[in-house]
């Protein structure tokens, strides 16, 4: 192994995971995650009321917003008010459509679900964060419609985590922090359910491609990462 991983840690560890439940008092459901340097507060909200072209269905819908605020990076960002650039509407678009596989808005009914994630500091990771995130932040607003006899049982088919891989001098490192990402030559975000199943891979080769032995190493770290991340959302879940 020629690169040497800034933190020390080994090529298949994550960094620290933490989820600070409950962080805010409004919310249906709330989470402050945790990934390294990485912090994303999560927070799923509901309403009483559906999309137009759901009206009559009695189906539900889940959607997603993602923001940074301006102080979560070394150089304050821009807040993003009317017109949002095109790398925070692919997070958030990709943040709820992989929520969404994880609920049956059937048995959900007529109610919309938004979850928000605000990155309060990047040190990158942070739409893997927001989706293993806002897992656990929908899963606890779940958990307050059900304890409050709104529904009888939960439309959560099965727990949702992501994390990054790159390949770094032909490496397959798995979690990458900001220094690593930069280095990448090979960058990948994977999503998967708890039974590792697909939900979403996002792979580009920045200044290099990559092998198919490649690609199932980095598959291979993704799995390995995401069984570590759920074993962790069902941990923290059952407390509450």
């Known amino acids: 192994m020629s690169w040497q991983r800034p933190d020390g840690r080994q090529p298949n560890q994550l960094r620290p995971v933490n989820f600070e439940l409950n962080y805010t008092r409004f ?25 137009r072209f759901l009206l009559g269905s009695g189906q539900g819908w889940l959607t997603a917003e993602y923001r940074m605020l301006p102080g ?6 821009r807040r993003e008010l009317l017109k949002l650039s095109g790398r925070t509407q692919e997070i958030q678009r990709l943040v709820g459509r992989s929520l969404r596989s994880c609920i049956d808005l ?12 605000d990155v309060l500091q990047a040190d990158a990771g942070t739409r893997t964060t927001s989706i293993t995130g806002g897992y656990v932040a929908l899963a606890l607003a779940i958990h307050n419609l059900i304890k ?20 770094i001098e032909g ?21 998967m359910t708890g039974n590792l199943d697909l939900i979403e891979v996002q792979g580009t080769a920045e200044e290099n491609s990559f092998t198919r032995s490649q690609l199932n190493d980095i598959l291979d770290l993704a799995e390995m990462g ?6 962790l959302q069902n941990q923290v879940l059952t407390i509450t």
């Open 27 to 51: 919310s249906a459901g709330s989470v402050l995650a945790h990934c390294g340097e990485t912090k994303v507060l999560c927070t799923a909200s509901i309403e009483d009321r559906v999309p």
């Open 148 to 167: 409050q006899g709104e529904l009888i049982k939960s439309p959560l088919r099965f727990p949702v985590a992501a994390i990054s891989v790159g390949l």
């Open 226 to 231: 995401i069984k570590e991340l759920v074993a």
């Open 106 to 117: 059937q048995q959900l009914g007529e109610r919309s679900i938004t979850i928000d994630c």
């Open 171 to 191: 490496e397959a490192f798995l979690d990458l922090n900001y220094p690593e990402d930069s280095q990448a030559d090979i960058d990948f975000n994977v999503v």
């Open 72 to 77: 979560a990076t070394q150089e304050r960002q």
